[in-house]
């Protein structure tokens, strides 16, 4: 079974509009973390935002929030006021415990188009 | 600015050629990992290591091997490169259990012809 799923393999927004990413993660680890990940057409890989399980509130970075619902396993990235530099692939990824080189999980990503 | 740097951006291999695919890290992190990325199969390790001599496997090892002699040295290893080993390959670093930890390279396009 797939530790991510990101259901979404293209999004597309205009401008100035709000989105919201999916990702449900399946662990039966208490202590965990969940990372939203950027990539543009350049390749490199930006961290955008972190969400702790045992976090309290949702986390929030500048135009980018992380719904938490722990409950349901969602951890769903919504950007707010969306602009053309947001056009990417997109990627949510966790990681199970804390333990010695713990990798990152990753889903498979969703594409996002941002239009004038 | 800490960084993750790759050797190649782009590196064009023959079948059967041994390739080496080497990453830097400059934050004295613990962990490193290699990624292969595949359109539609998002990113997948191939190995990872906590500490120098220390390596593991992860979910696609085989065709691989990798090297750490020093902290700050992570090599992936291709033995006999294979036309299905043209990929994106992606090194990251990070420390123990940072919430921010995780650093990637710019990545290294390889194609095996």
């Known amino acids: 079974a797939q530790k991510i799923t990101q259901t979404q393999p293209g999004m597309f927004v205009q401008e100035k509009e709000a989105v919201t990413l999916d990702c449900t993660y399946d662990?039966?680890?208490?202590?965990?973390?969940l990372f939203w990940y950027k990539q543009p057409s350049s390749g490199e890989m930006i961290f955008l935002i972190y969400q702790g399980s045992y976090d309290q509130q949702n986390a929030t970075e500048g135009r980018y929030s992380l719904n938490f619902q722990k409950a349901r396993k969602s951890a769903n990235l919504v950007i707010s006021a969306s602009q053309l530099g947001d056009s990417a692939m997109y990627f949510c990824a966790m990681r199970e415990g804390n333990q010695a080189g713990t990798a990152l999980i990753f889903g498979k990503g969703t594409t996002l188009s941002v239009s004038s | 600015d800490v960084k993750v740097t790759q050797s190649s951006r782009y590196l064009v291999k023959r079948t059967g050629e041994k390739v080496f695919l080497e990453c830097v890290q400059d934050?004295?992190?613990?962990?490193m990992f290699w990624y292969r990325q595949d359109p539609g199969l998002g990113l997948r390790l191939i190995y990872f290591?906590?500490?120098?001599?220390?390596?593991e496997k992860g979910d696609i090892p085989e065709g691989y091997s990798v090297s750490r002699e020093k902290k700050e040295r992570f090599s992936l290893i291709l033995e006999s490169a294979s036309t299905n080993q043209t990929s994106m390959y992606l090194c990251?670093?990070?420390?123990?259990?940072?919430?921010?930890?995780?650093?990637f390279g710019s990545g290294t396009r390889l194609t095996v012809v």
């Open positions: 934050m004295d992190h613990e962990n």
């Open positions: 662990t039966s680890d208490p202590s965990y973390g």
């Open positions: 290591s906590y500490d120098v001599k220390m390596k």
């Open positions: 990251a670093s990070s420390s123990q259990g940072g919430r921010y930890g995780y650093t």
